[in-house]
């Protein structure tokens, strides 16, 4: 779980007056513009989605050798995935699932390493109907994350056997967001999550095997667009950090395949 708060701010701060905001306009939406975001779903009314996904980023981050020492790194991820959402009324179910590998390369330390990740991704959304205004509508998540990094070092070995360091991060969290229609066609969606969990590291390197509490911070923004009644396209752009921890942010993009079962 790599990550730092730096492109998204002026997102954050958008949000914060559009939420303000709401309680002064009116509060009344245009229910032909909300309810086509292919995530949610009309009142009293059932719906279920699911999407091939791909996330691609780039970074510059910083890796630690045993005694502690800095060096700087540049990474590549791509990791394909999928989604899944289910909807009643004001509430939404967004489950997603990502598979994938990435580089790291170390020129000061003359190594290299590759990483096989995972990543499972579940939040309870509510809209929050009492501050909608015509081309806004807020809510609120709930979630959980669980992220497992396994790097495999090119050329260094422990007695012999190559280094393999697995770092998992997990824990629940709590966010805020907003959704943007724009027309029956399209719109936008962002937020900001929060999660409080650990951070664990299994290594052939004693020093490496270390275990700690952890603030993760995701802040995503996305458009959506609507081919057909069913078919949608989305595409996103997200940065992420570990608050506390410097030269953890990573920024990437991602674009979405779905079908929407109304």
Not at 161 to 190: C, D, H, S
Not at 203 to 222: K, L, Y
């Amino acid at each position: 779980m790599n990550t730092k708060f730096t492109k998204f701010a002026l997102a954050v701060s958008i949000f914060a007056t559009l939420s303000t905001g709401a309680f002064a306009q009116s509060r009344v939406i245009e229910d032909s513009l909300v309810y086509d975001d292919p995530t949610v779903a009309k009142p009293g009314q059932w719906i279920f989605g699911a999407s091939a996904d791909y996330y691609n980023y780039s970074a510059q981050g910083s890796a630690y050798d045993s005694s502690n020492r800095s060096y700087p790194t540049t990474q590549h991820f791509s990791q394909p995935g999928a989604s899944l959402w289910l909807g009643y009324g004001d509430f939404s179910l967004l489950a997603s699932y990502k598979n994938g590998s990435g580089s790291t390369n170390v020129p000061a330390a003359n190594t290299n390493w590759k990483t096989n990740n995972t990543e499972t991704e579940v939040n309870l959304r509510w809209l929050i109907k009492p501050l909608q205004m015509k081309y806004f509508v807020p809510y609120v998540l709930a979630g959980y994350i669980r992220a497992v990094d396994k790097d495999t070092l090119s050329n260094v070995y422990i007695n012999g056997v190559q280094e393999v360091n697995t770092t998992t991060g997990k824990g629940p969290g709590l966010g805020a967001g907003g959704i943007i229609p724009i027309t029956e066609k399209y719109g936008f969606r962002a937020d900001y999550r929060q999660y409080a969990g650990t951070s664990s590291t299994s290594s052939p390197v004693a020093a490496f095997n270390t275990s700690s509490n952890i603030q993760f911070v995701r802040i995503t923004g996305t458009a959506y667009y609507n081919v057909t009644e069913n078919v949608n396209v989305q595409l996103g752009l997200r940065t992420q950090y570990v608050q506390s921890r410097p030269n953890t942010t990573t920024t990437g993009g991602y674009l979405s395949l779905g079908y929407t079962f109304h």
